[in-house]
């Protein structure tokens, strides 16, 4: 059975001064040596030959990855490839990823690897980043329900680092066990990670990282008049809806400390599309529609493992979008959280029914600014493919802000526009607003500007579209179909940059 809580902590992360000797080869089951494109292997290497012997096999082109087998007691892997001077940090990720593929298919049951990163030293901590993301990303096993074997693989226990290193070990890791919180969560089968589920996941981690929790259920809900919310939600087959609440305080700031920052996601947990049923290939996917609340208890909890010095807090919008008697259909007039009536034109556009009443409770606190994540229209995705996430922002600086961070972190993010004029494609003559247009133009635009009416016009807000939660094939440095794009490009954004104030 998967088991709802993700595995414990990764492999022993050390950094060694100089260069790994030969007799100490004997301990590593692979040895992995970056280089820049279009160099060769130094002399200081240990098997000094055997490198200069991989290395002529092949090209030295951005990207290219081999291996071979040296001659030493321990058998150990080489893996040697190379990455081109200036290569930006998408780019650094994907080819670690390539040495990470190759480290794993040539040694599956690997448990103990050095790294050697020759590049100037303007680039190497970034280089010994990517590289060693690459590999914590590829050691985690997604869960899976399939009879464990009669003897358990090895884990992956320990990478050695060898060079002046520059990195945040701490924060590697954090965010390393983000991302695979991200997947792991997102992986899970709908019948194992239900409401009742998840609110068991969220409750350990609130309990295990000093957060504190708080679930509005459907009743308090009801009593708040969050009937965006309930319409998605009246057909689920069980009563456990709801929204929860976590809220991280540094050291010196009250709980009851106005947040700097507050994460909201989206989080249905399967999506069937309603009374406008999907289609088989459009469902069969859809227990990753929770992704975008994922990623905001990911990056919650990295924050509080971090200690750092912001209080934030996460909204997460925890529902089904079922299909049944009471399901919610086009034409209904629903009354919102904070008094906007919706017309319902399409009962597949419940990600933005249930955000807008998040967002409308997320912003009765006043945060400094709102940040929401959310697996939302097709239309970005067909805008972007599955290799970019969209991101609005009311506020020029903002945007460019994030989309800084995306290019930092290597999780991309391409910039919308949020014009007023589209709100005219919403216009609806028996309510405040249409939940959407007929249509599919430009539908990830109109529902961020359908998301933008439920905030105060002060509040500082952005909206990612992340189209990016899923590709086949995987994404930069992640090899699985489900890529846990999201916590990178956040951390990026919250800790390099002062966006609070």
């Known amino acids: 059975m998967a088991v709802l809580f993700p595995p414990g902590s990764g492999p022993r992360i050390t950094v060694k001064s100089g260069w790994p000797v030969t007799h100490a080869l004997d301990r590593y089951d692979a040895l992995l040596l970056l280089l820049p494109a279009g160099s060769q292997p130094g002399p200081r290497l240990p098997c000094a030959g055997h490198w200069k012997a991989l290395h002529r096999r092949g090209t030295s082109d951005h990207g290219s990855v081999r291996a071979a087998t040296l001659d030493n007691k321990q058998q150990c892997l080489a893996v040697i490839g190379y990455c081109r001077a200036g290569a930006d940090a998408f780019e650094q990720l994907r080819v670690a990823g390539l040495f990470a593929q190759k480290l794993f298919a040539e040694r599956p049951q690997c448990r103990r690897i050095a790294m050697v ?86 409750a350990q981690l609130a309990r295990h990282h000093g ?88 990056a919650i909890t990295a924050l509080a493992r971090l200690k750092a010095p912001l209080a934030v807090d996460a909204w997460l919008a925890i529902t089904e979008n079922a299909i049944g008697p009471a399901a919610y259909r086009p034409q209904e007039i629903i009354r919102a959280l904070d008094g906007t009536t919706i017309q319902v034109i399409h009962s597949d556009a419940e990600g933005r029914m249930i955000l807008a009443d998040t967002l409308a409770l997320a912003a009765r606190s006043r945060p400094q600014l709102m940040v929401d ?15 970019m996430s969209g991101v609005f922002a009311n506020d020029d600086a903002l945007r460019e802000a994030f989309v800084k961070a995306g290019r930092d972190s290597g999780e991309r993010l391409w910039p919308f526009p949020l014009p007023e004029d589209y709100d005219t494609d919403i216009e609806s ?34 909206h990612v579209d992340l189209s990016s939660a899923t590709r086949r094939g995987g994404l930069a440095h992640v090899n699985t179909e489900i890529t846990g794009f999201g916590p990178r490009f956040t951390l990026a954004a919250l800790l390099d940059q002062d966006l609070t104030r």
């Not at 901590?125 to 050691?139: D, F, I, T, Y």
């Not at 599919?440 to 500082?460: C, M, S, T, V």
Request: hydrophobic share 45%; net charge positive; with cysteine.
């Open 429 to 462: 003559p028996v309510a405040d607003v249409a939940q959407c247009a007929v249509d599919g133009k430009g539908d990830h635009i109109l529902a961020a500007r359908f998301l933008q009416r439920f905030l105060p016009k002060e509040q500082r807000w952005v």
């Open 211 to 298: 957060m504190r929790a708080r679930w509005y259920d459907e009743r308090k809900l009801e009593k708040l008049g969050a009937g965006a919310f309930l319409a998605v939600s009246r057909s689920n087959p069980r009563r456990d809806a709801g929204i929860m609440h976590l809220s991280w305080r540094p050291r010196g700031r009250g709980a009851a400390a106005r947040a700097d920052v507050a994460l909201v996601g989206k989080g249905v947990l399967f999506d069937t599309g309603g009374v406008n049923l999907k289609p088989h290939r459009s469902m069969l996917d859809m227990h990753t529609d929770m992704s975008g609340s994922a990623v905001a208890l990911a």
């Open 373 to 387: 994540f959310a697996t939302l229209t097709g239309a970005c995705v067909y805008s972007l493919t599955e290799r």
């Open 117 to 202: 990163i020759e590049a100037p030293k303007a680039a190497r901590g970034r280089l010994q980043e990517a590289l060693c993301s690459a590999v914590l990303a590829q050691a985690f096993a997604l869960p899976s329900e399939k009879k464990p074997p009669a003897k358990p693989p090895a884990r992956l226990a320990a990478i050695d680092l060898f060079g002046e290193c520059q990195l945040d070990l701490k924060r590697l890791a954090v965010t390393a066990d983000a991302t695979n919180l991200v997947r792991h969560l997102t992986a899970l089968p709908p019948n194992r990670l239900d409401a009742a589920g998840y609110r068991r996941v969220i």
